[in-house]
């Protein structure tokens, strides 16, 4: 099949290819850093806003994933040194994610990473179509509702 048979591609295509090269780009960088442990699916854990002070079960409905899975990958990652879980103040049962020095300079080296690729693509598209674009994005990360 090709575009003739299928048309246009329509915005989830659109979106899903900028998202995969912020993606592979935040992967490489972190590798680069150092942070070779890492892999894409620990990404979920650490992509924005983080998962500093939430509990294990807003975090997994955040990402949409199972507790179950989630509950691997912070393991995983509590056990290469990014994350914590303690226990909430006041409440012994329930437990909060805490970044720890290295998921913070991991969380930080993201936050580079991912601005090297928007200084790119505003080189690409030129500052006035990339502000513009990144104010539609805003605007519609603003009108949609996830999870309901």
Known sequence: MNEADVGPPLIGALLRAPWEVVRDSMLAGLHARGFTDLTAAHLNVLQYPGPHGTRPSELAARTRMSKQALNYLLAQMEGLGYLARREAPGDQRSKRI???????????????????????????????????????????????VVGE
Do not use: H, M
Not at 104 to 130: H, N, Y
């Open 98 to 144: 805490e970044l720890t020095r290295r998921g913070r300079r991991a969380v930080s080296a993201i936050r580079t990473i991912v601005a090297e690729v928007e200084a790119e693509w505003e080189q690409q598209l030129g500052p006035g179509d990339f502000a513009v674009l990144r104010e539609l994005l805003v605007r519609l990360n603003g009108a949609v």
